[in-house]
Every structure is written in structure tokens, then in C-alpha cells.
């Protein structure tokens, strides 16, 4: 982890691998500490990537990282049986990012990466990724793709934020993500094909402003 807090999950290594939910199972009878150490290990580097992104600031990301787990460890009985323990993790963590976006108004830029040169190519991609479809491709593309695609991305709303990250930089499948957010898979495929609409415009928005001010 990134700062001390994390001292109060982190432990000795797991001794045997199970799945999260039988960790989980297991805390909610014993709440034995290094079951619950082992299950902030596991998404330790996963999810604070994904706040990262998700808030563009890593104290926030540590921030929301550890209230995330807060709640995780205080509403762990609510955790019912049959379900998955990621996406109800994502759940939280995600809607905590959400609060937090919220509470302090942040919808300025917040790069995530030093500048790379913007070109046609980036436009193609934009205009590629409004199709239904997320393949490992347009996600990897994505991923890859210049800070001005992150800073188009910081002018949607929180919510729409919050699905283009689980879809495209997670690259959680549309199951998951329709789990994650209690919808129908219908309704995260109808939002995602309109978030990456409202991506493409912002986006060539950006690229027309930038070719009437240079700078």
C-alpha cells in the first residue's frame, strides 16, 4: 500500500488459497483478522488502480481505498450467501468514489498521465469505442490513449464516469458491472453505448477547440 493506514489490513502472507467468498463466510463467523488482511491483499493493487483512475488523485484514492474497507469490515453480515464477493466490493468502493466526486465538486482535470500528442488516430478511436461492443482491444486502446482522453472523460457526470472505468479500464464484463450497479446486463449495454456517445462528443469538442486555439 501507499501510506501507513494500511498497516491496519496488511499482514503475513496468506497459508491457504480460497476463494473470497469462503473468506468471507469465515470473517463474518470468526472475524479472524488475517481473513479479512487477506482479502485487502488480494485487491489491494486491483481496486486502488481503479480509484486512481476513477479520482485522478492518489490520496483520494487511498482515501476512498480505505473507507471502502471500513465498510466492507462493518457491514460484512450483509454480505448474503450465493453472492459474489468483487462486485459487491466494486459496489462499495465505487459509489464511496461517487460520494466523494460529489461532495467536493471535483470535475476538474486531474491527469493521470504526462502528455502524449493528440492526433487523428485518437478521433478514429473515440468514434470507434461509441459501437455496443467492449472488446480487449478498445479497452486496451483506452487504457493507452493520451490525458486528454482522461480529462474528456473527468467532464461526464460522476455516474457516467463510474461505468466508463468498469467497463473499459476494469474491463469488467457487463454481467459484473450489471450486478455492481443492481440493472439489467440490457440497461449497462443501452448506458455504456451512451456514455462512449457523450464521450465522442465531448472529445470532438476538445480536438476542434484545440485546432482553433493552439497552444
Known amino acids: 500500500?501507499?501510506?501507513?493506514?494500511?498497516?491496519?489490513?496488511?499482514?503475513?502472507?496468506?497459508?491457504?488459497?480460497?476463494?473470497?467468498?469462503?473468506?468471507?463466510?469465515?470473517?463474518?463467523?470468526?472475524?479472524?483478522?488475517?481473513?479479512?488482511?487477506?482479502?485487502?491483499?488480494?485487491?489491494?493493487?486491483?481496486?486502488?488502480?481503479?480509484?486512481?483512475?476513477?479520482?485522478?488523485?492518489?490520496?483520494?484514492?487511498?482515501?476512498?481505498?480505505?473507507?471502502?474497507?471500513?465498510?466492507?469490515?462493518?457491514?460484512?453480515?450483509q454480505f448474503e450467501p450465493g453472492k459474489r464477493f468483487r462486485p459487491w466490493l466494486y459496489a462499495i468502493a465505487s459509489n464511496k468514489a461517487i460520494d466523494f466526486l460529489?461532495?467536493?465538486?471535483?470535475?476538474?482535470?486531474?491527469?493521470?498521465?504526462?502528455?502524449s500528442s493528440v492526433g487523428d488516430s485518437d478521433e478514429t478511436m473515440v468514434q470507434r469505442l461509441s459501437s455496443q461492443e467492449v472488446g480487449p482491444e478498445e479497452r486496451a486502446m483506452l487504457n493507452e490513449t493520451s490525458s486528454r482522453m482522461r480529462e474528456a472523460v473527468r467532464q461526464l457526470s460522476p455516474s457516467t464516469q463510474q461505468l466508463i472505468q468498469l467497463a473499459f479500464y476494469q474491463g469488467l464484463k457487463y454481467a459484473d458491472i450489471a450486478e455492481i450497479l443492481e440493472i439489467p446486463v440490457g440497461t449497462v449495454k443501452s448506458r455504456v453505448f451512451t456514455a462512449m456517445r457523450k464521450l465522442n462528443e465531448i472529445w470532438l469538442r476538445m480536438q476542434e477547440e484545440k485546432r482553433t486555439n493552439p497552444s
Open 1 to 77: 500500500m501507499r501510506s501507513s493506514e494500511s498497516s491496519l489490513f496488511l499482514s503475513s502472507p496468506s497459508q491457504v488459497e480460497i476463494s473470497d467468498e469462503e473468506l468471507v463466510a469465515r470473517y463474518q463467523k470468526t472475524r479472524e483478522s488475517a481473513d479479512f488482511e487477506q482479502l485487502v491483499r488480494r485487491y489491494e493493487r486491483e481496486l486502488y488502480t481503479f480509484l486512481r483512475r476513477f479520482l485522478g488523485n492518489a490520496q483520494h484514492a487511498e482515501d476512498v481505498f480505505q473507507g471502502a474497507f471500513l465498510s466492507v469490515h462493518l457491514r460484512i453480515d
Open 102 to 115: 460529489r461532495r467536493n465538486k471535483r470535475h476538474q482535470v486531474a491527469s493521470l498521465d504526462q502528455g
